[in-house]
């Protein structure tokens, strides 16, 4: 009898110490779960990265950070923000390099090889990296980070890519637009950002080589 109750009693003892231990931690992994996307808790992920040059402002209503990664110029958009603004569900992030003779094929190839990567020719010539983040529900501040450093190294891809294949103009008539379905967004598409060509016109540009 005396060894079941020292055995119960023991019982108690570990499962109330892996109690406390887990209540921490369960405290911290809530801490580090973003409810939205702001231009302070960005920043604070942008620092951690070794960006520089971080600049929050509203350009023609839409509300951004431009900063610098290496040696190029990126822009981080907000959408889908609540009624102050401040508060937002969704963040663009892009790298835009000047005007050029752009390959449609040639972009487009790269679009296939990497899926994590999203190129597009703006209507002014200029090249651009994009990448879009959803945040409906929340999402893990280790996820945002991984999604931006994703990005740098993709964008990095791009530039290799276009570089080996050479700057090639593409001819009128050999480019054609691929649609797709899907489940109806939550927000209005238009609240997540409209087309990409309508917000990278505001990127400050990079130049290719």
């Not at 973003?34 to 209503?61: C, H, R, W, Y």
Request: some cysteine; overall charge neutral.
């Amino acid at each position: 009898m005396r060894n079941l109750i020292a055995a119960i009693g023991l019982t108690s003892l570990i499962v109330a110490g892996a109690m406390t231990w887990n209540m921490p931690q369960s405290r911290a992994a809530a801490s580090d779960s973003l409810p939205a996307f702001t231009t302070s808790n960005m920043t604070e992920v942008l620092t951690g990265l070794g960006a520089t040059s971080i600049k929050a402002e509203i350009d023609q209503g839409l509300r951004l950070i431009n900063f610098t990664h290496g040696n190029r110029f990126y822009t981080m958009t907000f959408h889908a923000c609540d009624k102050g603004g401040s508060n937002c569900k969704g963040l663009g992030l892009l790298c835009t390099f000047e005007p050029d003779a752009y390959s449609h094929q040639v972009v487009n190839k790269y679009n296939i090889k990497y899926a994590i990567g999203k190129a597009v020719i703006m209507n002014d010539g200029a090249l651009s990296s994009f990448r879009y983040l959803i945040a409906d529900d929340g999402i893990p501040r280790n996820n945002v980070v991984s999604e931006i450093q994703t990005f740098f190294w993709v964008t990095d891809k791009l530039v290799e890519f276009i570089n080996s294949a050479g700057v090639v103009a593409s001819l009128p008539g050999q480019t054609r637009t691929l649609s797709y379905s899907s489940a109806p967004p939550r927000h209005d598409p238009e609240a997540h950002g409209g087309t990409v060509d309508a917000i990278a016109h505001l990127a400050p540009k990079n130049r290719l080589n």
